[in-house]
């Protein structure tokens, strides 16, 4: 009776397909796609790794899953008596070893991320928006009476200076022009959070 590995060369022969052709197009590698051309099963990781990668190799050649899995199963069990080599198995271990640590790196870093995610909430509920004015600054003297105002708060919060709304852009700055008086003026300005938590600055200048 025919065997899957003789199944699954000719199939790839008759379609004058390269190994590397094989590796490329099914994400097998090379070296599991001979051994499993040779029936060399105990090269492979485990029983399911065989099977899954075998199903693969045959939907990739247009083979029936009815066809090719039968084959495999009878193919295998007849060798299932081989010993699997020292040197394998200690590769194995170090692959289950490597999967293990990447899921236990995924679950640490979602942990991380809610735990920010968390923190960032919170903090807004308590905590009021920070607040920094860059223009103009505090008793500047200044010739016309246009003057644009300028800083920088949290991205999320809404800027009030005076009455009047200013936009804040996604990295939390934030600019308004504002018409001044001669004389001596203040402008006030509001960042404020979701949460209704604020803060307030108060800029004094001499509008000449």
Same mark, same amino acid.
């Given at each position: 009776?025919?065997?899957?590995?003789?199944?699954?060369?000719?199939?790839?022969?008759?379609?004058?397909?390269?190994?590397?052709? =094989?590796?490329?197009?099914?994400?097998?590698?090379?070296? &599991?796609?001979?051994?499993?051309?040779?029936?060399?099963?105990?090269?492979? +990781?485990?029983?399911? %790794?065989?099977?899954? @990668?075998?199903?693969? %190799?045959?939907?990739? /050649?247009?083979?029936?899953?009815?066809?090719?899995?039968?084959? &495999?199963?009878?193919?295998?069990?007849?060798?299932?008596?081989?010993?699997?080599? +020292?040197? &394998?198995?200690?590769?194995?271990?170090?692959?289950?070893?490597?999967?293990?640590?990447?899921?236990? /790196?995924?679950?640490?870093?979602?942990?991380?991320?809610?735990?920010? %995610?968390?923190? &960032?909430?919170?903090?807004? /509920?308590?905590?009021?928006?920070?607040?920094? $004015?860059?223009?103009?600054?505090?008793?500047?003297?200044?010739?016309?009476? =246009?003057?644009? =105002?300028?800083?920088?708060?949290?991205?999320?919060?809404? #800027?009030? $200076?005076?009455?009047?709304?200013?936009? =804040?852009?996604?990295?939390?700055? @934030?600019?308004?022009? #504002? %018409?001044? @008086?001669?004389?001596?003026?203040?402008?006030? #300005?509001?960042?404020?959070?979701?949460?209704?938590?604020?803060?307030?600055?108060?800029?004094?200048?001499? #509008?000449?």
């Amino acid at each position: 009776m025919k065997k899957v590995s003789d199944l699954l060369k000719d199939a790839r022969v008759e379609k004058k397909l390269t190994l590397d052709e =094989v590796e490329r197009e099914t994400k097998i590698k090379k070296e &599991f796609i001979e051994s499993i051309e040779k029936g060399a099963f105990h090269n492979l +990781p485990s029983e399911s %790794y065989a099977l899954g @990668f075998v199903k693969n %190799y045959a939907k990739f /050649l247009g083979i029936a899953e009815n066809r090719a899995i039968p084959l &495999f199963r009878r193919q295998y069990a007849s060798k299932h008596s081989l010993v699997i080599i +020292p040197e &394998f198995r200690k590769s194995q271990d170090k692959f289950n070893k490597k999967i293990l640590n990447t899921k236990i /790196l995924l679950v640490v870093g979602t942990i991380f991320l809610v735990a920010l %995610y968390i923190f &960032f909430q919170y903090s807004s /509920l308590i905590f009021p928006p920070k607040l920094k $004015i860059t223009e103009p600054q505090n008793g500047q003297k200044i010739s016309g009476n =246009v003057i644009e =105002v300028r800083g920088k708060t949290d991205p999320y919060a809404t #800027v009030f $200076i005076g009455e009047d709304e200013a936009y =804040v852009n996604i990295a939390g700055n @934030f600019k308004k022009s #504002v %018409y001044m @008086f001669s004389g001596d003026n203040k402008i006030e #300005v509001v960042a404020r959070n979701r949460f209704g938590k604020e803060s307030r600055k108060e800029i004094n200048i001499s #509008v000449k």
